[in-house]
T-cell receptor, first 113, second 115 residues
Framework: NAGVTQTPKFQVLKTGQSMTLQCAQDMNHEYMSWYRQDPGMGLRLIHYSVGAGITDQGEVPNGYNVSRSTTEDFPLRLLSAAPSQTSVYFC????????????FGPGTRLTVT | AQTVTQSQPEMSVQEAETVTLSCTYDTSESDYYLFWYKQPPSRQMILVIRQEAYKQQNATENRFSVNFQKAAKSFSLKISDSQLGDAAMYFCAYRSAGYGNKLVFGAGTILRVKS
């Protein structure tokens, strides 16, 4: 049982490049979310999903796309990276319903130059 | 929209002493949940304690306890008998009780523990 895994752990991109941050979970959780962490701002919600095929925007969705074709995977796509997207990205999962426990992945540190 | 404010960017405490981290929030909802998360240098997010807004009793988890003041919209974390391993960034977070599982975080407080 691996829990929540994120790949890669570190990534450096040039402005304008695209990439996908991967998030996978093996706990059969319905809810999955992406957050970004920036100094002095805490974690902010980018996109979230309440089940396969269902996604919605969070607080800071611009510049990011998501899809949820399976329960296990929730990739985050940067179509054209910008320096403002330099951040640490966390994926989080939850069983859903009345469950309060959220499980966070180890994070991906992304630098855009 | 809900907001969470942590007004202390950094705090220091002597080992074995007690420290209190502050958190205030703004919401028009009556039912919600509040959390404290710890983030050590490893970057892993660790749930420390949680509080259901409908419960008047303050939550306690071993050396960690909260002072939940619903009317004042205040949710402080008290760490007793501080240990070197408590040194970390601490985040206060809010979650609505309704559908979904979205968290709203404060900016965080860095806690340093002196030996």
């Amino acid at each position: 049982n691996a829990g929540v895994t994120q790949t890669p752990k570190f990534q450096v991109l040039k402005t304008g490049q695209s990439m996908t941050l991967q998030c996978a979970q093996d706990m059969n959780h319905e809810y999955m979310s992406w957050y970004r962490q920036d100094p002095g701002m805490g974690l902010r919600l980018i996109h979230y999903s309440v089940g396969a095929g269902i996604t919605d925007q969070g607080e800071v969705p611009n510049g990011y796309n998501v899809s949820r074709s399976t329960t296990e995977d929730f990739p985050l796509r940067l179509l054209s990276a910008a320096p403002s997207q330099t951040s640490v990205y966390f994926c989080a999962t939850s069983l859903g319903g009345s469950s309060l426990e959220q499980y966070f992945g180890p994070g991906t540190r992304l630098t855009v130059t | 929209a809900q907001t969470v404010t942590q007004s202390q960017p950094e705090m220091s405490v002597q080992e074995a002493e007690t420290v209190t981290l502050s958190c205030t929030y703004d919401t028009s909802e009556s039912d919600y949940y509040l959390f404290w998360y710890k983030q050590p240098p490893s970057r892993q997010m660790i749930l420390v304690i949680r509080q259901e807004a409908y419960k008047q009793q303050n939550a306690t988890e071993n050396r960690f306890s909260v002072n939940f003041q619903k009317a004042a919209k205040s949710f402080s974390l008290k760490i007793s008998d501080s240990q070197l391993g408590d040194a970390a960034m601490y985040f206060c977070a809010y979650r609505s009780a309704g559908y979904g599982n979205k968290l709203v975080f404060g900016a965080g407080t860095i806690l340093r523990v002196k030996s």
